[in-house]
């Protein structure tokens, strides 16, 4: 159990305690912003190029030790083995990304010119500042947060969940060891009261979180009272639509397959998966079979045929609770529904369908290996199902003709869409969402404008 002056690393597949970090204390509140700050001065006088070098070194070095580091996060929060080097790597991509091209993005733009003057934009770093990051891509999240401000020429208080502290501190080596200067990231194990003093505190100047939806609310009250910036990542319904298919198995194995990535712990997951009436009985059936043919397995040697518990106690808890709520508000449960009778944090895949809309569950984020299937029997009615939500991060719909699945698309109230396709992951394109799914975006060119002074410099002649 993570008390609130300890974070610990649980190792997800035995419920045993691994290793425990104490807190800061609040008087190293202060002197942890001041250090920050001092670094920022420093910091930012490096040309964007030197900066970028470190940057690039840091990519470099999280490729090298990849397997290590993967190996970490395994144990931290159960993720698979296999996943967490992909997720390793895409950091380093993302990293990598803002060495080449955050010179480029964040030159000069000129604006304006006339007979006597001219105008630009400058993107220029505005100071320390605060990430608050989730448990459930400890490396990729810090990569879309840090990559484009270490560029800039911000510096970093990073706060990390309470359950990866040793991934926390792996990526606080790696920023060390690529010549990071001290003061310039800092990884932090604060308490909840700490956190809100970093905020208050007046040379923080932004602060980004991904979380929940309460989480979100409370940081957005509290930058919002101290006037700073803030980017909210937050939780999402995804809703995956199919139209129409070809091969009715082969749709319901890419929507499980996408279903079950990071054992369903993903904010952008596809969370409601809505079928057209003709093809829904052979879709549902094929659900039903490759959720039953799963077995709970080491997710440091995970094979095709098992899948990996969840992050925390916690985490299980609630989804089972979830669940049985869903099955209680008249939802039918196909199979699954349970905890795995064996020790750690395994909860069997489940495939729900009948969820009431309009009901408190049908609005609720399942955030765990929860298919969630709804029937309808037109386009007009899966695109109303698949708006009737408060959150708006992902979405995909899928059919055999191209347009029919574009003009759905178009429609779709969410900050990233995918027409017969997921919506693209990658460094070089946003991640973000609207509604209750937050505010503001990472990655891509645009995650280089959210924490900047967009300056405006005019020249005489």
Same mark, same amino acid.
């Given at each position: ?48 190029? !030197? ?61 304006? !010119? ?32 840090? =990559? ?33 200067? !001290? ?14 003093? @970093? ?56 929507? @499980? ?14 969370? $409601? ?50 669940? $049985? ?5 008249? =939802? ?77 698309? !178009? ?51």
């Amino acid at each position: 159990m993570v008390t609130s002056n300890v974070f610990q690393t649980i190792n997800p597949a035995t419920g045993e305690v691994v290793a425990e970090h104490p807190t800061i204390t609040d008087a190293d509140v202060d002197r942890l912003v001041q250090k920050s700050r001092d670094a920022f001065s420093s910091w930012r006088a490096l040309s964007i190029d !030197e900066r970028a070098a470190k940057v690039a070194r840091l990519a470099d070095l999280l490729e090298e030790h990849a397997d290590e580091l993967a190996a970490i996060m395994t144990k931290d929060m159960g993720k698979p083995l296999t996943e967490a080097k992909d997720e390793t790597e895409f950091s380093a991509e993302i990293f990598r990304y803002y060495a080449t091209n955050g010179p480029r993005l964040a030159a000069d733009q000129k604006v304006s !010119e006339d007979d006597e003057t001219v105008s630009y934009i400058q993107r220029r770093p505005i100071g320390p500042l605060l990430g608050i990051m989730p448990w459930n891509f400890p490396y990729y999240q810090i990569a879309r947060f840090a =990559a484009p401000n270490l560029v800039l020429g911000n510096t970093i208080i990073l706060k990390h969940a309470e359950s990866c502290p040793e991934s926390a501190l792996a990526m606080q080596r790696m920023m060390d060891e690529a010549g990071i200067p !001290e003061g310039v990231y800092q990884n932090v194990f604060a308490t909840h009261d700490q956190i809100s003093q @970093f905020i208050a505190h007046p040379h923080i100047q932004g602060i980004s979180l991904t979380g929940s939806e309460r989480a979100g609310a409370a940081i957005a009250e509290q930058a919002g009272k101290h006037l700073k910036k803030a980017v909210l990542e937050l939780g999402g319904s995804d809703p995956y639509v199919i139209l129409s298919t070809d091969d009715v198995k082969a749709a319901a194995q890419q929507a @499980f397959a996408v279903r079950m990535e990071n054992t369903g712990q993903a904010c952008n997951s596809n969370k $409601r998966i809505i079928v057209m009436s003709d093809i829904y009985d052979d879709f549902l059936a094929e659900m039903v079979k490759l959720a039953s043919d799963l077995k709970p397995g080491d997710p440091s040697q995970l094979s095709d045929d098992s899948y990996a518990p969840l992050s925390s106690e916690k985490a299980a808890e609630q989804l089972v609770d979830q669940i $049985r709520r869903a099955k209680d508000a008249g =939802a039918t449960i196909h199979v699954g529904g349970d905890r795995a009778d064996l020790p750690g944090f395994y909860v069997q895949p489940t495939v729900l369908t009948d969820v009431p809309q309009g009901s408190e569950i049908y609005y609720e984020e399942f955030f765990g290996p929860v298919i969630n299937i709804f029937r309808v029997d037109s386009d007009e009615e899966a695109l109303r199902l698949a708006n009737d939500t408060q959150y708006g991060l992902g979405s995909a719909v899928f059919a055999t003709d191209d347009e029919r699945a574009r003009q759905f698309a !178009e429609q779709l109230e969410a900050g990233m869409v995918g027409s017969n396709t997921s919506p693209e992951e990658s460094a070089e394109v946003p991640f973000g969402g609207v509604k209750r799914s937050g505010y503001g975006r990472e990655l891509g060119p645009v995650g280089m404008d959210e924490f900047v002074n967009k300056r405006l410099l005019t020249v005489k002649k």
